[in-house]
C-alpha cells in the first residue's frame, strides 16, 4: 500500500469509527430524552419546564441530581473516544470535536426519527442543565455542531499530511472567549427559564433569543478558524514528500 492510500486508510477509518460511535451513541441519549420527556412532562418538548419553589430555594428532584451526572458522563464518553482516535493531543480534541458535533445533530435527528420533534430548526430546546439551563432555538446548537465537526475533520487531514498547524494559547483563548459568549447567550434568559420567584413575573417561556451575543461569537470564532488554518497552510507546507511524516 502507497503512502498516499495508506493515509486514506488510516486516517479515514478513524474519522468513521467515531462517526459511527457518535451517530449510535445520539440514539441512545435521544432515547434518554424521550423517557424523561414522558416521564415529567407527559411526553411534550414543550417550555415552561416543572420548577418547584418552596420559601425562596428550589426542590431538586433527585432524579434531577442523576441527571447532572448524566450530562457530565456524556462528555466524558465523548472526550474518551477522541483521546483512543487521535494520534496526538491536537488530533485527540479534534476527533472529541467531531463525536460531539455528529453527536448533536443526530440527537435531533433522531428524536425526528421517534417522535417528530423538532417542528423546524427554529423549536426551543434545553440544551444542557449544567450548571445552568442552556436554552436556545434548535439550529443553534445544530451551526455549532457543524463548525466543530468541520474545522475538526480539516485539523486531522492537514495535519495527517504533513502539514504544522500552528495552534497558540492565544488561539485558543480566542476560540474559548467566542464559546463563552455563546454559552452566555444561551444562558442568559436563565432566571426566566428556572420561574425565579420575586417581584418580576417570570413565565418560564423562553424571551427572544440572544441572537446579538450568539451571532458575533459563532461569526468570528468561524473567522479566525479560517484565517488561521489558512495561514498554516501556506506558510507551513511540507518539504518533503506527500506523506513522509511517519504517524501509520
Not at 97 to 125: N, Q, R
Not at 201 to 216: D, E, T, V
Request: glycine share 6%; hydrophobic share 55%.
Amino acid at each position: 500500500m502507497n503512502a498516499k492510500a495508506s493515509f486514506f486508510h488510516s486516517i479515514f477509518r478513524s474519522w468513521v469509527w467515531v462517526v459511527v460511535f457518535a451517530i449510535a451513541f445520539a440514539w441512545v441519549e435521544s432515547a434518554v430524552v424521550v423517557y424523561l420527556r414522558e416521564i415529567y412532562f407527559d411526553g411534550g418538548f414543550g417550555f415552561p419546564l416543572v420548577i418547584q419553589w418552596e420559601d425562596g430555594k428550589r426542590i431538586i428532584d433527585s432524579l434531577v441530581r442523576i441527571e447532572f451526572g448524566r450530562e457530565i458522563a456524556t462528555i466524558i464518553m465523548l472526550v474518551a473516544v477522541g483521546w483512543v482516535a487521535g494520534k496526538n493531543g491536537f488530533q485527540r480534541f479534534c476527533f472529541f470535536l467531531i463525536a460531539f458535533g455528529i453527536w448533536d445533530i443526530f440527537y435531533y435527528i433522531w428524536l425526528y426519527v421517534m417522535v417528530s420533534w423538532p417542528e423546524s430548526l427554529m423549536t426551543w430546546d434545553i440544551l444542557f442543565y449544567v450548571p445552568l439551563p442552556w436554552v436556545g432555538p434548535v439550529i443553534t446548537p445544530v451551526l455549532i455542531a457543524i463548525a466543530m465537526v468541520v474545522a475538526g475533520s480539516l485539523i486531522i487531514y492537514y495535519d495527517e499530511k504533513g502539514y504544522e498547524i500552528r495552534w497558540r494559547w492565544y488561539d485558543m483563548a480566542v476560540e474559548l472567549s467566542c464559546a463563552f459568549i455563546m454559552i452566555v447567550a444561551f444562558c442568559w434568559d436563565w432566571k426566566n427559564i428556572l420561574q425565579i420567584p420575586g417581584e418580576i413575573k417570570r413565565s418560564g417561556i423562553p424571551n427572544p433569543f440572544a441572537w446579538w451575543l450568539y451571532l458575533p461569537g459563532y461569526l468570528f470564532s468561524i473567522i479566525y478558524f479560517t484565517m488561521k488554518l489558512r495561514q498554516s497552510i501556506i506558510t507551513n507546507r511540507p518539504s518533503s514528500p506527500h506523506f513522509q511524516k511517519n504517524n501509520f
